[in-house]
C-alpha cells in the first residue's frame, strides 16, 4: 500500500502544532539571553517547555487519531521560508508523531533526571537552554514538511549536540570531541545538502508533498544517486559506518545528554530519513535500499564488537547503540515490511537506552564520576532502584522475551530473514553479541565484589533522578508488545509509509527467533563466567588481537587520521606555504621587480647637464630621422 | 642661393650644438645655445624671404624675445651658482639626480 | 523628483567636514554617532517606500556634471543596490560605536579617523547607487582614499605595507576599468555614460570580451577573486577592526556587485564566454581559501581567509546565472557583511583585551568571559552557514541555484561547507575552550557599549535566517532583470546549435 495523500489543515490543536517547537525554542532563547537572573529557576522552566510540549503533542496526537487512517497526513503552512525555493510548514503523520512524542516524551523525563544530575554544575541553566534549543531543533526535524526545513532541524541537533558534548569546555577532550562530531556530522550534511539540491532540480520543490505528487519523471540514476546521497546524510546523523567514529568519543558530554541526543533521539534521525524518504527514494529492491541494509548490518556487527571491549561504560552503551541503531536501519532498508518495525525498535530502543544512560549516570553520579567498569561491581546492593531499572532495560535489550526489544528485534530479524536470509543471520549473530556485552557491561557493574577506588561512597540517587528511570523501564517492559502484538503500530504509521500487502503475523517460535534466543542465552553464559563468576581484574589485562582491535573502534580513528587527517594536515601547510610564497610571492615580486627596474633605471638620472643635452640631441636626431624615413616611404 | 644661407645655418647650429655638447663652462655652454638660435633665426629669415612673406621674420623676432628673457634668468642662475660653488663648470652642478 | 540619494550621499559629506573641525574629541565622536544614526533612518524612510516590482531604478536623480562628454551625476537604486546601501548604513553607525576607542593610538588624531569613516560611508553609498558607469567609476577608486588612511594612520605594525598594497593593487584593476569605462563609452558612440544609454549598445562579441576583462579584472581585484586575493589578509589583518569591518563587509562587496551589475547586462555575450573560467576560479577560491584560512595562527587573517573562501560563494552565485543563485549571491554579500563583520569586531574587542592577534595567545576565554564567547560562537556559526542563521539561506540558494546549472562546481563548492566548520570550530577551540590561559585570566568581558555593538548585529544574523522574505522580495525581481541579457544569449546560442544540428 502506498503512502496516503498529504492533506492541508488548518484549525485544531494541530493548527498550532507549531507550538510543540516555539515553547522550548522560546524556553532556550528566555534562558541563554536571561543570564545569571535565571540560574534560579532556569532548570524548572526548561523542564516546563518541555513538559509543555509534550502535553501539546498528546493532543495532537489525539487529534490525529479522531481522523479516518487515510486522511492522518496533515500538512499544516506556516510561512514563505525562502520565496522562490520553498515554504516552510509542519507535516504531522502517524510518522512525525510518533517521533514528537518519542522526543517530548523522554527528553521531558530526561530534563526531570538532569534536575538531579547536575544539581551541582554552575553553569546547570546553560544546560538546560542547551537541552531546549536541542529538542526545538530536534522536533522541527521530524515535523518539517520539507527537505529544507529538515535540514535546518538536522544541523539545528547538530548545533545542540556540539554545545552539549562540550559542554564542560574546559577539559580539552570535550571540546575536541564536540568539535569532531560536528565535523563528521558536516561530512553527512555535505552528502545530504548535495541530495536536496538534487531533489529541487529534479521535481523543482522540496517538499514532501511536492515531490510525492510531482509528475517529474526524473532518471533511474538520479533516484538511485539521491537515495545513495540521503544515506551518506543518515550515515553522519546516526553514526553508522563509515561515519560513526563521532559517537564513541561524544560520551564526553554529561550522561543525560548520552541518554537524550546520542542513544535516544538525534542519532536515530537517520532512520527517520530513510523512512520519510523510504516510498520515494528508497523503493523495495533499489539499489540505494540494498545499500542502506548493507550499511545497517555492517554497522550492527561492528558497534557491537566494539561494545564487547569497552571497560568506560558510557562508551561500551554508546557501541550498543550504534549497533541497534545498524538494525534499524537494516529494517528501514528493507522496505515497507521492515519500516514499522524499524520505527517501532527506535521508540523502545528510545526508552530502554535511556533507561540504561541514565542508569549508568546514576551509578557515575554515585561513583565520584568513574566511568571504568573495572573499579565497578557489586552495586546492586547500594543502588537497588537504579539496578532494577537498568536490569529491565538490559533484559530489553537482549530480547529477553516478553520485553520490549524482544518484540521489536525479533520484528526486524524476521522480515530480514524473508528479505535475504544472509543480512538475517548476520542480525541473529549481532543478537547473540548483544548477548554477551550487554551482560559483561551488568555482570561488571553491579555483579561481582566490589572494586571501588578508596574514596567512592556509592549510594542511591535522589528521587528526582529516579523517578524517570522507573517510568523509562516501565516503557521497556511493555511498549513492545504493545505496538507489535496485532500489528498494532504498522497499521498505524501505514498511510504514513506504506505497509505491505499481507501484514506479518507474529510467530513466537520460528526458528530464527529460537536460534536468537539459544545464542543470546550462550552470550549471557559466558558473559557469567569470564565476569560474572570469575574475579574481574581492575586493570585491563592486554588482551588478544581481537580485543585490541575492538578496543580502538575497529581503528576507525587510526584509518582517518591516517586518510584524512593528516594528509589533510599536510595540505593546509602546502596550502598556506603557497599561499605566501607562490601568489603573493609573485605579488610581491612583481613590486619588487618594478621597483627594482626603475631603481637601476634612474640612474641615468646622472645630473650632468651635457649628457642631459646629449640624450636631447640624439631623440632629437631619431625624431627627424623617423620622420625623413617615414616621410620618404 | 638660398642653399648658402641655409647651409650656413645648418652649420652654425651645428658648431653651437657641439659646444653645447662639449664644453663644461657654463658661460661658453650658455653662448653655445645662442648659437643654435641664431642658427634657427637665420633659417627662418631664409625660408621668410624666399617664400615672400613675413610668418619667418615675425618668428624670428619672438625666437630674441625669448633668447633675451632667457639670457637674463640664465646668467643669473649661472652667477649665483658661481657665488655659492666658486667655479662655473656645468659639471660641478650635477646635485639634482637620481 | 526626490532628493533621497543625493541627502544620503551629502549628509555624511557635510558631517564628515562638521567633525573635523569640531575640537573637542568627545564630541566629535557623538556626532559622528548621530550623523550615521541619521543616515541609516534617513535610508530606512527611503527604503520602505521602494516598490519591489516597480520600476528598475527607482529614486532616480540625473544631473548633467560633463555635459561635453555625456557625464551624469546620476543616482538610482534598484533592489540589489538599495540592499547593498542598507548593510552600509547599518554597519556605520556599529562600526563607529565599536571604533570609540580604536583610533587613539592613531598616527593622525582619532577625529580625523571619525571624518574618514563619514567619507568612506558617503563613498559606499554612492559607488552603489551611481547609474552613470564614469560616476560609478570616480566613487570605485575615490572610496580607495578614506580606506588608505583608516589603514596606513591606524593600523597595525605592518600598516603602511598593507595600506599600499590595498592602494596601488586597487588602482591598478581601477585603471583597467578605466580604459574599458572610456572604450565602452567611444564604441558605443552614444554620446553618454549612462548605464541604461549603455546597456545592449555593444553587440560584438569580440569587443563585448575586451571590454568585460577590463571591468571583470577590477572586480576580481576588489571582491578579490582568487588568484588576485592576497592583498587581503595583509589589509584585513592590519587595518584596525572597525576599518576591517567595511573593507570586507562592503568595499569587496562592490566587486561582486559590479559583476552582477555591469558585466552581466553590459556584456552578457562575454559573460556567457567566460562563464566556464569565473566557475572555475570561484571554486578554487571556495576551497583554497578554506584550506589556507585552516592553517592561518593569525585571527584577523584567519578571517580575511575565510572571505575569500565566501567571495568564491557569491561569484558562483552570480556566474551560475539562475535566479536562485544570483539572489543567493546577492544575499550572501549582506549576511556576510554581518556575520563577518560581527567576527571582525569580536576579534577586534578580543585582541584589544591581550594585545595579540594570535589565535596561540589565547585558550579558555570561555571561562572568564562567556558572553563574548557566545556572541564569537553565534557569528562563527554564522560564518559556516549554520541553518536558522543567515548565512545558511544565502548559501543554499547559491549552491542549488549553481546545482541547476553546473552540478559538478556545485558540488566542489559544498564540500567548503565542511572545510567552514574545521576552520571556525578549531578557531573557537582554540581561542574559547579548554583551560584557560594565564594570560587572560584577568580578561573582562563585553562592556555595556560593546555589548550594544553585537546586539544589533546578532539580532539581524538570527532574523535573516528564519525570514530572509523581505530582502528576497526586493532582490528577486532585481535580479531577474540582471541575468535576463546572458540568459537571451545562453538560449539564442543553444538555438543556433539546436538548428546546426538540423
Given at each position: 500500500?502506498?503512502?496516503?495523500?498529504?492533506?492541508?489543515?488548518?484549525?485544531?490543536?494541530?493548527?498550532?502544532?507549531?507550538?510543540?517547537?516555539?515553547?522550548?525554542?522560546?524556553?532556550?532563547?528566555?534562558?541563554?539571553?536571561?543570564?545569571?537572573?535565571?540560574?534560579?529557576?532556569?532548570?524548572?522552566?526548561?523542564?516546563?517547555?518541555?513538559?509543555?510540549?509534550?502535553?501539546?503533542?498528546?493532543?495532537?496526537?489525539?487529534?490525529?487519531?479522531?481522523?479516518?487512517?487515510?486522511?492522518?497526513?496533515?500538512?499544516?503552512?506556516?510561512?514563505?521560508?525562502?520565496?522562490?525555493?520553498?515554504?516552510?510548514?509542519?507535516?504531522?503523520?502517524?510518522?512525525?508523531?510518533?517521533?514528537?512524542?518519542?522526543?517530548?516524551?523522554?527528553?521531558?523525563?530526561?530534563?526531570?533526571?538532569?534536575?538531579?544530575?547536575?544539581?551541582h554544575d554552575p553553569n546547570r541553566r546553560r544546560f538546560f537552554a542547551y537541552l531546549n534549543l536541542f529538542v526545538a531543533a530536534m522536533l522541527l526535524l521530524v515535523l518539517a514538511d520539507n527537505y529544507i526545513g529538515l535540514y535546518v532541524g538536522w544541523e539545528g541537533v547538530g548545533l545542540a549536540s556540539y554545545l552539549l558534548i562540550g559542554f564542560w569546555q574546559h577539559k580539552p577532550s570535550a571540546a575536541t570531541a564536540a568539535k569532531k562530531a560536528f565535523i563528521v556530522n558536516r561530512v553527512g550534511d555535505f552528502g545530504l545538502a548535495i541530495a536536496i539540491f538534487t531533489i529541487f532540480t529534479a521535481f523543482n520543490t522540496v517538499s514532501f508533498a511536492g515531490v510525492m505528487e510531482s509528475g517529474a519523471d526524473p532518471s533511474q540514476g538520479t533516484l538511485t544517486a539521491i537515495g545513495l546521497l540521503l544515506l551518506l546524510g543518515a550515515c553522519g546523523k546516526s553514526a553508522q559506518l563509515p561515519l560513526q567514529s563521532w559517537l564513541l568519543d561524544a560520551m564526553e558530554g554529561p550522561t543525560p545528554v548520552s541518554a537524550l541526543i546520542h542513544a535516544a533521539t538525534m542519532v536515530t534521525a537517520g532512520v527517520y530519513l530513510v523512512t520519510r524518504s523510504g516510498a520515494m527514494f528508497f523503493p523495495e529492491g533499489s539499489t540505494a535500499a540494498i545499500a542502506v541494509t548493507i550499511v545497517g548490518v555492517a554497522t550492527l556487527l561492528a558497534g557491537a564488537?566494539?561494545?564487547?571491549?569497552?571497560?568506560?561504560?558510557?562508551?561500551?552503551?554508546?557501541?550498543?547503540?550504534?549497533?541497534?541503531?545498524?538494525?534499524?536501519?537494516?529494517?528501514?532498508?528493507?522496505?515497507?515490511?521492515?519500516?514499522?518495525?524499524?520505527?517501532?525498535?527506535?521508540?523502545?530502543?528510545?526508552?530502554?537506552?535511556?533507561?540504561?544512560?541514565?542508569?549508568?549516570?546514576?551509578?557515575?553520579?554515585?561513583?565520584?564520576?568513574?566511568?571504568?567498569?573495572?573499579?565497578?561491581?557489586?552495586?546492586?546492593?547500594?543502588?537497588?532502584?537504579?539496578?532494577?531499572?537498568?536490569?529491565?532495560?538490559?533484559l530489553a535489550i537482549i530480547g529477553f522475551p516478553l520485553l520490549s526489544g524482544y518484540f521489536t528485534k525479533d520484528g526486524i530479524i524476521e522480515s530480514a530473514m524473508e528479505y535475504s536470509s544472509t543480512l538475517g543471520w548476520l542480525a541473529v549473530l549481532g543478537a547473540g553479541i548483544t548477548g554477551f556485552y550487554m551482560s559483561r557491561l551488568v555482570f561488571m557493574t553491579f555483579f561481582g565484589k566490589k572494586r571501588w577506588e578508596a574514596d567512592a561512597h556509592p549510594h542511591e540517587s535522589p528521587a528526582v533522578m529516579t523517578w524517570p528511570l522507573i517510568i523509562l523501564s516501565?516503557?521497556?517492559?511493555?511498549?513492545?508488545?504493545?505496538?507489535?502484538?496485532?500489528?498494532?503500530?504498522?497499521?498505524?504509521?501505514?498511510?504514513?509509509?506504506?505497509?505491505?500487502?499481507?501484514?506479518?503475523?507474529?510467530?513466537?517460535?520460528?526458528?530464527?527467533?529460537?536460534?536468537?534466543?539459544?545464542?543470546?542465552?550462550?552470550?549471557?553464559?559466558?558473559?557469567?563466567?569470564?565476569?560474572?563468576?570469575?574475579?574481574?581484574?581492575?586493570?585491563?589485562?592486554?588482551?588478544?588481537?581481537l580485543t585490541t582491535f575492538a578496543r580502538r573502534d575497529l581503528y576507525g580513528d587510526a584509518l582517518n587520521e591516517a586518510l584524512f587527517m593528516r594528509p589533510g594536515q599536510w595540505l593546509t601547510r602546502l596550502a598556506v606555504f603557497f599561499d605566501n610564497r607562490g601568489i603573493d610571492g609573485l605579488v610581491n615580486g612583481i613590486a619588487a621587480g618594478i621597483g627594482g627596474t626603475s631603481g637601476r633605471l634612474r640612474r641615468v638620472q646622472t645630473g650632468f647637464v651635457r649628457s642631459y643635452a646629449l640624450s636631447i640631441f640624439i631623440g632629437a636626431a631619431i625624431l627627424v630621422g623617423a620622420w625623413f624615413v617615414v616621410g620618404n616611404l | 642661393m638660398t642653399t648658402h644661407y641655409l647651409v650656413l645655418s645648418a652649420l652654425l647650429f651645428v658648431i653651437g650644438g657641439v659646444g653645447v655638447l662639449v664644453r663644461r663652462n657654463a658661460i661658453v655652454v650658455f653662448m653655445c645655445v645662442e648659437l643654435m638660435l641664431n642658427a634657427c633665426n637665420l633659417a627662418f629669415v631664409t625660408f621668410a624671404r624666399q617664400n615672400g612673406n613675413l610668418d619667418g621674420q615675425v618668428i624670428a623676432f619672438f625666437v630674441m624675445i625669448v633668447a633675451a628673457a632667457e639670457v637674463v634668468i640664465g646668467l643669473a642662475i649661472i652667477v649665483t651658482i658661481f657665488r655659492t660653488r666658486r667655479s662655473a663648470s656645468v659639471d660641478d652642478v650635477n646635485l639634482l639626480k637620481y | 523628483m526626490h532628493y533621497w540619494l543625493s541627502t544620503l550621499i551629502g549628509v555624511p559629506v557635510v558631517g564628515a567636514i562638521g567633525v573635523a573641525a569640531v575640537k573637542n574629541e568627545l564630541r566629535a565622536k557623538q556626532a559622528t554617532l548621530g550623523i550615521s544614526l541619521l543616515v541609516l533612518a534617513l535610508a530606512v524612510a527611503m527604503a520602505v517606500q521602494f516598490s519591489p516590482n516597480g520600476d528598475k531604478f527607482q529614486f532616480t536623480e540625473t544631473y548633467d556634471w560633463v555635459p561635453s562628454f555625456g557625464v551624469h551625476f546620476g543616482l538610482g537604486v534598484d533592489g540589489i543596490a538599495l540592499v547593498l546601501i542598507l548593510l552600509s548604513v547599518v554597519l556605520v553607525p556599529i562600526v563607529v560605536l565599536a571604533s570609540w576607542h580604536e583610533a587613539e593610538g592613531g598616527k593622525r588624531s582619532a577625529r580625523t579617523y571619525f571624518a574618514l569613516l563619514l567619507v568612506l560611508e558617503a563613498m559606499m553609498i554612492g559607488v552603489f547607487a551611481a547609474t552613470d558607469v564614469f560616476l560609478f567609476y570616480v566613487f570605485f577608486e575615490a572610496m580607495l582614499i578614506p580606506m588608505y588612511f583608516m589603514i596606513g594612520s591606524y593600523g597595525g605594525a605592518q600598516r603602511s605595507y598593507a595600506a599600499v598594497k590595498f592602494l596601488l593593487y586597487s588602482l591598478f584593476g581601477g585603471l583597467l576599468m578605466l580604459v574599458?569605462?572610456?572604450?565602452?563609452?567611444?564604441?558605443?558612440?552614444?554620446?553618454?555614460?549612462?548605464?541604461?544609454?549603455?546597456?545592449?549598445?555593444?553587440?560584438?562579441?569580440?569587443?563585448?570580451?575586451?571590454?568585460?576583462?577590463?571591468?571583470?579584472?577590477?572586480?576580481?581585484?576588489?571582491?578579490?577573486?582568487?588568484?588576485?586575493?592576497?592583498?587581503?589578509?595583509?589589509?584585513?589583518?592590519?587595518?584596525?577592526?572597525?576599518?576591517?569591518?567595511?573593507?570586507?563587509?562592503?568595499?569587496?562587496?562592490?566587486?561582486?556587485?559590479?559583476?552582477?551589475?555591469?558585466?552581466?547586462?553590459?556584456?552578457?555575450?562575454?559573460?556567457?564566454?567566460?562563464?566556464p573560467l569565473v566557475l572555475v576560479l570561484s571554486v578554487v577560491g571556495i576551497v583554497y581559501g578554506a584550506i589556507v584560512a585552516i592553517g592561518q595562527t593569525d585571527m584577523k587573517r584567519l578571517i580575511a581567509y575565510t572571505s575569500i573562501s565566501h567571495f568564491g560563494f557569491i561569484t558562483l552565485g552570480v556566474f551560475a546565472i539562475t535566479v536562485n543563485g544570483a539572489s543567493g549571491a546577492t544575499l550572501y554579500m549582506v549576511n556576510h557583511g554581518f556575520s563577518t563583520g560581527a567576527l571582525f569586531l569580536i576579534a577586534g574587542f578580543l585582541i584589544h583585551r591581550r594585545g595579540s592577534q594570535y589565535i596561540s595567545d589565547y585558550g579558555g576565554v570561555q571561562k572568564v568571559a562567556p558572553i563574548l564567547a557566545g556572541t564569537f560562537l553565534v557569528a562563527g556559526l554564522s560564518g559556516l552557514a549554520l541553518p536558522g542563521l543567515n548565512s545558511f539561506v544565502s548559501e543554499f540558494m547559491v549552491l542549488i541555484g549553481s546545482y541547476e546549472t553546473?552540478?559538478?562546481?556545485?558540488?566542489?563548492?559544498?564540500?567548503?561547507?565542511?572545510?567552514?566548520?574545521?576552520?571556525?570550530?578549531?578557531?573557537?577551540?582554540?581561542?574559547?575552550?579548554?583551560?584557560?590561559?594565564?594570560?587572560?585570566?584577568?580578561?573582562?568581558?563585553?562592556?555595556?557599549?560593546?555589548?550594544?555593538?553585537?546586539?544589533?548585529?546578532?539580532?539581524?544574523?538570527?532574523?535573516?535566517?528564519?525570514?530572509?522574505?523581505?530582502?528576497?522580495?526586493?532582490?528577486?525581481?532585481?535580479?531577474?532583470?540582471?541575468?535576463?541579457?546572458?540568459?537571451?544569449?545562453?538560449?539564442?546560442?543553444?538555438?543556433?546549435?539546436?538548428?546546426?544540428?538540423?
Open positions: 500500500m502506498e503512502p496516503a495523500k498529504i492533506i492541508e489543515h488548518s484549525g485544531g490543536v494541530i493548527g498550532v502544532s507549531w507550538l510543540l517547537i516555539a515553547l522550548p525554542l522560546l524556553g532556550a532563547a528566555f534562558l541563554l539571553l536571561g543570564g545569571r537572573k535565571t540560574d534560579k529557576f532556569g532548570h524548572l522552566l526548561g523542564v516546563a517547555t518541555a513538559v509543555a510540549s509534550f502535553v501539546v503533542g498528546v493532543l495532537v496526537f489525539l487529534q490525529l487519531l479522531g481522523f479516518d487512517p487515510a486522511e492522518r497526513r496533515r500538512a499544516v503552512p506556516l510561512y514563505d521560508f525562502i520565496p522562490g525555493l520553498t515554504k516552510m510548514g509542519l507535516l504531522v503523520d502517524p510518522l512525525s508523531i510518533s517521533f514528537v512524542l518519542l522526543i517530548t516524551g523522554v527528553g521531558s523525563l530526561i530534563h526531570i533526571y538532569s534536575i538531579g544530575y547536575m544539581a564488537i566494539i561494545g564487547t571491549a569497552k571497560d568506560d561504560i558510557k562508551k561500551a552503551l554508546a557501541g550498543s547503540t550504534m549497533s541497534q541503531i545498524g538494525y534499524m536501519m537494516l529494517a528501514a532498508g528493507i522496505g515497507p515490511a521492515g519500516y514499522a518495525f524499524a520505527i517501532a525498535h527506535l521508540i523502545t530502543h528510545g526508552f530502554f537506552k535511556a533507561d540504561m544512560f541514565l542508569g549508568a549516570g546514576s551509578v557515575m553520579h554515585g561513583m565520584n564520576d568513574e566511568v571504568d567498569m573495572r573499579k565497578y561491581g557489586g552495586l546492586r546492593k547500594v543502588m537497588p532502584i537504579t539496578f532494577a531499572t537498568f536490569l529491565v532495560g538490559y516501565v516503557g521497556s517492559i511493555f511498549l513492545g508488545g504493545f505496538l507489535i502484538v496485532g500489528n498494532r503500530f504498522m497499521t498505524f504509521l501505514g498511510p504514513a509509509v506504506g505497509q505491505p500487502e499481507h501484514l506479518p503475523s507474529f510467530h513466537p517460535f520460528s526458528v530464527p527467533g529460537l536460534v536468537t534466543l539459544a545464542l543470546v542465552a550462550a552470550g549471557a553464559a559466558l558473559a557469567w563466567f569470564k565476569y560474572g563468576a570469575a574475579e574481574v581484574p581492575v586493570t585491563a589485562p592486554r588482551g588478544s588481537f | - | 574599458a569605462v572610456i572604450a565602452l563609452y567611444t564604441i558605443a558612440d552614444k554620446g553618454s555614460f549612462m548605464f541604461s544609454d549603455l546597456v545592449g549598445s555593444i553587440q560584438d562579441a569580440g569587443t563585448q570580451k575586451w571590454l568585460f576583462l577590463g571591468f571583470f579584472i577590477a572586480f576580481a581585484i576588489k571582491a578579490p577573486l582568487w588568484p588576485f586575493h592576497t592583498w587581503l589578509p595583509d589589509a584585513a589583518a592590519q587595518a584596525p577592526a572597525g576599518a576591517a569591518v567595511l573593507l570586507v563587509g562592503v568595499l569587496d562587496k562592490v566587486g561582486t556587485y559590479g559583476m552582477l551589475r555591469f558585466c552581466l547586462e553590459l556584456f552578457p555575450a562575454a559573460a556567457d564566454y567566460f562563464t553546473q552540478p559538478v562546481y556545485a558540488i566542489i563548492a559544498t564540500s567548503g561547507v565542511v572545510l567552514a566548520a574545521i576552520y571556525i570550530l578549531w578557531m573557537y577551540q582554540r581561542t574559547m575552550n579548554g583551560p584557560t590561559a594565564d594570560s587572560v585570566r584577568e580578561m573582562k568581558d563585553l562592556n555595556g557599549r560593546e555589548k550594544w555593538v553585537l546586539a544589533p548585529l546578532i539580532a539581524v544574523i538570527i532574523a535573516l535566517g528564519f525570514f530572509p522574505k523581505p530582502l528576497l522580495d526586493v532582490i528577486n525581481p532585481a535580479v531577474k532583470d540582471s541575468i535576463s541579457q546572458v540568459q537571451h544569449v545562453q538560449e539564442a546560442s543553444k538555438a543556433s546549435v539546436a538548428q546546426e544540428g538540423q
